[in-house]
């Protein structure tokens, strides 16, 4: 038996032939090259089709396909709000996915985060947990929370959605389309604050020269160089991953902390010091007991997750 993952993003497809055990059959990635709407949908159906048709699936028979989607899987109706897509406001994911592979495969989707902890329990650092939480830190930020082996979904399928925590004070009309945690200490959210900081302080303060505060690259490499801009920005990131970790361990009280996404990455270094400012507000007895780690599957981290939708899809009481 072998499963398809689907790992849909704002800017590619990657598609996966998995054993039962993890193993890649056959790896297939597309870029979406700007399409929207029905482009995207037409675009995942072609080359799911292509793996369906492979000679591994052949030899090993396709019984589950698991999508994970950039947003919100709304599971009552089967569709999509996926704001990096667009024209994908309300889309039939899962009809369409079940047009293609018919009645006999069974058919899972959710977000990329929730797929993220999947995958981290799988096949990477999350492997033998039950309750584990996949900080993932890019573009946005969320978080794939498993809570006694299931994912949190929530009663409207966001649960997770922590670049709203409110994390700072007072509340700043900026944070209206991000949330306070996502405008300061996500990827672009480490430029913004850069840029604040800058506009905040007047014309008397300005970047070293030679240093590009415009990337999250850029951000990460004058910090290196202890550019005193860039430190500020990623000392206060590192204070608010810290803070976050240790809201959602008094709340779940997991087994494992798991940051992954772009920015993670070049802050992978800094874990140590993003557990210090942890355990400086997390629960006393919870949070010291809490491992954290750095993604093992990296970019992977949803592709896999989706493969291990697809199992679940197969026994979807479990």
Request: overall charge negative; glycine content about 14%; some cysteine.
């Amino acid at each position: 038996m072998s499963v398809i993952g689907i790992d849909l993003g704002g800017t590619k497809l990657a598609l996966a032939l998995f054993t039962e055990s993890g193993e890649i059959l056959e790896h297939d990635t597309a870029p979406l090259d700007g399409r929207s709407g029905a482009e995207v949908g037409a675009l995942l159906r072609t080359r799911l089709l292509s793996l369906l048709d492979s000679p591994a699936a052949a030899a090993d028979p396709v019984r589950a396909t698991g999508v994970a989607v950039p947003g919100i899987y709304h599971a009552a109706t089967g569709r999509v709000w996926a704001p990096n897509i667009p024209e994908w406001d309300d889309y039939p994911l899962l009809d369409e996915v079940r047009e293609v592979v018919g009645g006999v495969v069974r058919v899972g989707v959710d977000s990329d985060r929730a797929a993220c902890i999947l995958g981290e329990v799988w096949r990477g650092s999350a492997r033998g947990c039950r309750n584990a939480i996949f900080i993932a830190v890019g573009t946005g930020i969320g978080a794939g929370i498993l809570v006694d082996g299931k994912v949190l979904r929530g009663a409207r399928d966001i649960a997770g959605a922590i670049g709203w925590m409110a994390l700072d004070r007072p509340r700043r009309p900026e944070y209206e389309g991000y949330g306070c945690f996502e405008y300061q200490a996500s990827g672009p959210g480490l430029v913004r604050y850069a840029q604040d900081l800058l506009a905040r302080q007047g014309s008397g303060r300005r970047a070293t020269v030679g240093s590009d505060l415009s990337t999250t690259k850029g951000i990460f490499t004058a910090y290196a160089a202890a550019e005193p801009v860039a430190t500020e920005v990623v000392e206060n990131a590192v204070q608010l991953w810290g803070m976050a970790a240790a809201n959602l361990v008094s709340l779940f009280d997991p087994e494992v902390v798991i940051f992954g996404g772009g920015v993670f990455g070049p802050a992978a270094s800094l874990l140590g010091r993003i557990r210090e400012e942890s355990l400086r507000w997390g629960q006393p007895i919870s949070t010291p007991q809490v491992r954290f780690e750095v993604s093992a599957l990296g970019g992977d981290a949803g592709l896999y997750g989706a493969g291990q939708l697809a199992l679940r899809a197969l026994t979807p009481d479990a």
